[in-house]
């Protein structure tokens, strides 16, 4: 069994007494924020071509139902974080001045990359859209910075109008050919953030998922089920995830991956929650992203990459 952090919450009753404590921090000068999703337009390619001359790319801005007013806004911009084969990474604000929500916004691949200075896409490469914005005090937000990597990630649980999640970012990756039969084994490699190595058993499977976690222009004929089953979190964990072969990224179900697991005070069932995740068809690996509970405690958040 590995966990890695382990927070408990007991004490969270604390942070509400009605004490006249000061607080670490000026709640009155504190300047709010805004909660910008951005998410690919059905019908729109997926995928990057290594063919700039080519490409019909659109992406879709809107705020989340729980974002109320957002009057401090003066505008919202787009960056473009491009991620080259060796792992190097330059940005650049590629569409600005969007001040209505929803909105679609057509991306010229040629104009983005006249923005990013890159001159050819290979296979490998990767650009992704995270949205920016200005405050009308003056403030700059940026989506991605190079120190603190993408912003807005701990709001995925949030919704839109229409149900879904929010997303702080967008992914269009040069692929690899993809071939299915490799991805699965009894004992396929992986790795998780904190740096736990290990084993797991992946199976590839016929069932699919619920309908609500299937993305919009997305068939069941488009997906890749695997079962992964191995001593990862709380031991003997089991959880399944999709491959969405139109745009590889992969689909994470809320799920119990655990029943029974005892850790005092209690037993709880452990599990997954607020997943995502994507496909390297190029090393042909599956990386997954999420926040993992169970009871009263938290594992936190979590990265685990497997190799095939």
Same mark, same amino acid.
């Given at each position: ?7 408990a ?14 607080? /670490? ?5 504190t300047?709010? +924020?805004v909660?910008i999703? %951005?998410?690919?337009? /059905? ?11 080519s +490409?019909?790319?659109?992406v ?11 009057s401090m ?10 991620t ?25 691949i ?14 490998g490469?990767? %650009?992704?859209?995270? /949205? ?13 910075s ?19 999640p929010?997303a702080?970012?967008v ?12 991805y ?20 590839? %499977? ?7 976690w ?13 079962? *992964?089953?191995g ?7 089991t959880?399944?995830?999709? %491959?969405?072969t ?6 994470v /179900?809320?799920?119990?991956?655990r029943?029974g697991?005892t850790?005092?005070?209690g ?6 929650t ?5 496909v ?15 009871? *009263? ?9 497997i190799q095939?």
């Amino acid at each position: 069994m590995k966990i890695n952090k382990i927070f408990a919450m007991i004490a969270l009753g604390a942070l509400f007494c009605g004490c006249d404590q000061k607080l /670490p921090y000026d709640l009155e000068g504190t300047e709010h +924020g805004v909660v910008i999703s %951005i998410s690919k337009v /059905p019908g729109s390619d997926g995928i990057l071509s290594t063919d700039m001359n080519s +490409g019909n790319y659109k992406v879709k801005l809107d705020v989340p139902v729980y974002q109320g007013d957002y009057s401090m806004l003066e505008d919202a911009q787009i960056m473009a974080v491009y991620t080259d084969g060796n792992k190097k990474k330059k940005s650049a604000i590629v569409v600005d001045g969007i001040k209505s929500f929803p909105t679609e916004v057509d991306i010229d691949i040629k104009a983005v990359a006249a923005k990013l200075g890159i001159n050819s896409i290979e296979v490998g490469d990767r %650009i992704e859209y995270t /949205p920016c914005y200005t405050l009308k005090s003056g403030t700059q937000v940026n989506g991605w910075s190079e120190l603190g990597g993408f912003n807005n990630t701990n709001f995925t649980s949030w919704k839109l109008a229409d149900g879904s999640p929010v997303a702080y970012r967008v992914s269009y990756t040069a692929f690899a050919p993809f071939y299915k039969e490799h991805y699965k084994g009894d004992a396929v490699p992986y790795t998780t953030l904190g740096g736990d190595e290990g084993t797991v058993k992946v199976t590839q %499977i016929d069932e699919k998922p619920a309908a609500e976690w299937i993305p919009a222009g997305v068939t069941e004929d488009d997906l890749v089920g695997l079962k *992964i089953e191995g001593d990862i979190w709380c031991g003997g964990d089991t959880f399944k995830v999709w %491959i969405n072969t139109t745009d590889f990224t992969v689909i994470v /179900p809320d799920q119990v991956i655990r029943t029974g697991f005892t850790l005092s005070p209690g037993t709880f069932d452990c599990e997954i929650t607020n997943g995502e995740g994507e496909v390297d068809t190029l090393a042909e690996t599956v990386t997954f992203y999420f926040y993992s509970v169970w009871g *009263i405690y938290t594992l936190g958040d979590d990265t685990i990459t497997i190799q095939f």
